[in-house]
């Protein structure tokens, strides 16, 4: 039967840590401890409050997206409306829009270059509230490069004459 541990004195060496009877008689040898990580020294500190700050950045520069409060009427024939407002996407990733206000009908919005070419998918909204992403014609993502100058494209179903041709939204970019 195994000695009560109050019994037993601890010695560690680099071997590993050996447990001496107090009558000196027997000693056994364990396998070392495994180490705990711990920030040993100073460069270590370092790098961990880097990778954090580095994290900590990177998701602000996400979380704070500049977000415009954007409205504009929209042709009742249901014909093109290029709007002349060219705003430019300072970091990688999405354009997105969300409307508070609605036409009649349908409000489609896409995002266009200073060539006059428009470069995403037409998003529709059918009711609001509602946001949507735009989407990249050439590949489909949501991911829009950095520095992308874009303006609006929009149009809304053809309705007649006295009907709302208003919409309204927050445009994030």
């Known amino acids: 039967m ?6 037993l004195e601890e010695e560690s060496s680099e ?8 009558s000196e008689t027997t000693r056994t040898f364990y396998r070392p401890r495994k180490r705990e ?15 954090a700050l ?31 407002t060219f ?4 970091y990688a990733g999405t354009i997105s829009m969300y409307l508070t206000n609605n036409t009649t009908n349908y409000t489609r919005l896409g995002l266009r270059n200073t060539a006059g070419t428009q470069f995403t998918y037409t998003e529709q909204w059918d009711s609001v509230p ?13 991911n829009i490069p950095a520095g992308t100058r874009f303006a609006l494209n929009g149009r809304m ?10 919409r309204a939204g927050t445009l994030s970019f």
């Open 157 to 166: 179903g053809s309705t007649w004459w006295g009907c709302d041709n208003h």
């Open 37 to 51: 990580f711990r920030m040993s020294n100073n460069w270590t500190r370092r790098f961990v409050f880097t990778a």
């Open 87 to 90: 705003r430019t996407h300072q």
């Open 130 to 142: 509602n946001g949507k992403n735009f989407a990249l014609t050439s590949n489909g993502s949501i």
């Open 2 to 7: 195994p000695r009560p541990l109050s019994l």
């Open 54 to 84: 580095m994290i900590c950045l990177l998701a602000a520069t996400a979380a704070f997206a500049t977000q415009v409060a954007v409205s504009g009427d929209l042709n009742r024939d249901g014909t093109l409306v290029r709007y002349a």
């Open 15 to 22: 071997r590993g840590t050996v447990i001496v009877s107090l």
